[in-house]
């Protein structure tokens, strides 16, 4: 394995819109070891999530290179690169994004579809997880019919039902209380102890607080790493 | 994986049944009509070629009286031009394997206290030959009753059931205009003729006898058709030629004066009967088809507005691992299932207006694995060509523009 899941050398993107090309992240520089727990800070607009989703493979950098896991993302192909996003990584979306008429146990297994596996090891395996977010008593219900920290829960059971290596929220806690987002907190926590590497977005300084590293946006750039303070900390006492 | 897709089909069907249903609507009808009007189609192709093979084969028919210029037959088979002497002298034509003559009317029949008005044809043995027609049971008349102009009789099927019940007839004495005469065969039944008419309502007697006893106000020797059995299809334009040429010469008939008599080639008109009922069966088929088009064009319609409405399902798909072939597989199975549900569906009702019309009318109708095979394959291909833009506009998707998409 290698020791960076991901390493980001001078990552640009760019929306292009009627005024033409709109610069969302300019030069971001970024390497996350395996097993970290990073947290991304910044204010609204900074491209927190459109960086989430280059990460999470789902949307390409304009320039730049991205290494996920020792590959490099941009010679991936389609097949490839939804293999990556059914078995590497596990996202947990802004928005739960679950599927309004499937049932819990069908939302968590989902991923299971397409990795394969057949009927009865899907909801074996989704069971699991459902119990270990504390959901077993809600396998046939609907997402509309819980609330919404149960259903953040699903949605970090699903991103987990594949034993992902990688983890990647984007505000997981963003419309929770306070009480709420400490308990899903603890669960990314228990889950980092395990060795799965963790990267959430947060607007919030106590949720961060949880995470090993922040790491602040600001108009598309990387403006403060804890990571580097500690360094520049260390190799200035030493 | 396939089988998990099936499940997703069906689930996503399950979801919004009253579309679900009208989008199979178009193919129920579709197939449906197709079905049906096959049935009917080629039930009326069948009781067409069911005529044709009672009639016999080859036939000419000679009639006596003209047809005028105008077209329309005046007192064709009327006029008594032809007579026992020209039958005789028609056998003599080459390629000319039976001749019957043929003298017919209603009569009114008893049989104790029932009644029955019925077709009488007085003819010879032949008839019974060129026509290909058997008998049940009892015997046919020879030609020594011809001779003596005895009075027996052979009787059709519809003649039995009005009259006799469920007595046999064979050996029993009906009246023919008051003559007795005795039942000495039972007709096998042909059912109807080319024009509708039933066969079986029929009772045929001796020539003599008739022209003697029952229709006696003709011409000594009279009749008043002549059916002419040419020994092969090859032959028959040959015996046709013959016919006319021999009576024209036999009646002294002038050059370029007016037949008083009618050859009319059977056969040919039964063929173009086929013809006509193959042609208009092809038809109802191509009618139909337009409605199964029609469904089809539905089934793409509502995928389409599927596709729009699921966008970001198909995003989370996507997001979490969905390949493009997972989602192209996905939407074109949703329209296949939902094709081969509507052509089921489409089929029992198909197969059940067939056998309501054939109650209802009586028509025959004939249901056929071919047209079952058809709807069959035109519905999963209807499904899958239909089926495709949308699923492939679904897989064609970018993740993370369709998660965007509200
Ligand atoms: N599809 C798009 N087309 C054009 N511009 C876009 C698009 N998506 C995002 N942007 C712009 O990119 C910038 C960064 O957006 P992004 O969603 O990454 O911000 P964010 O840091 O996640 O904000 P928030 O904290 O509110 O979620 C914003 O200015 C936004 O307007
Ligand atoms: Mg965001």
New interface residues.
Partial sequence: MAKNVIFIKDLYKHYETAAGPFPVLKQVNLSIDSGDFVAIMGPSGSGKSTFM?IL?C??KPSNGEYTLDGHKVSQLD??AL??V???TIG?V?QGF???A??SLLDNVA??L????LD?AE?HARAKILLEKVGLGKYLNSRPNQISGGQQQRVAIA?ALV?QPRLILADEPTGNLDSITSEEIMGLFEELNQDGITIVLVTHEPDIAEHARRQVRFLDGRIVEDSLSQNRKMIEETV | MFTAMLGEAWHAMGANRLRTFLTMLGMVIGVGAVVLMMAVGQGAQYSVSQSINAMGSNLFIVLSGSQTAGGARTGGGNASTLNVKDADAITELDGVKGVAPLTMGNAQIVYGANNWSTSIIGTTPAYLEVRSWNLTDGYAFSDSDIRSATRVALIGKTVIQNIFGDVDPIGKTIRIKQNPFVVMGVLESKGQSLDGRDQDDTIIVPLTTAQRKLFGGQTPGSVRQVIVQADSDKMMPIVEDGLNSLLRQRHNMREGAESDFTVRNLTALANSAAETTRTMSMLLGAIASVSLLVGGIGIMNIMLVSVTERTREIGIRMAIGARERDILLQFLLEAIVISIVGCLIGLFIGVGGAVLVNVLTDAAVVISGQSVVLAFSVAATVGVFFGFYPARKAARLNPIEALRYQ
Wanted: hydrophobic share 35%; no cysteine; proline share 4%.
């Fill in positions: 989703n999470g789902l949307d389609d097949a939804a293999k996003r059914n078995q996202f979306f994004n679950l599927l008429r499937s989902l991923p579809v397409y990795a394969g009927r899907r699903r594949n």
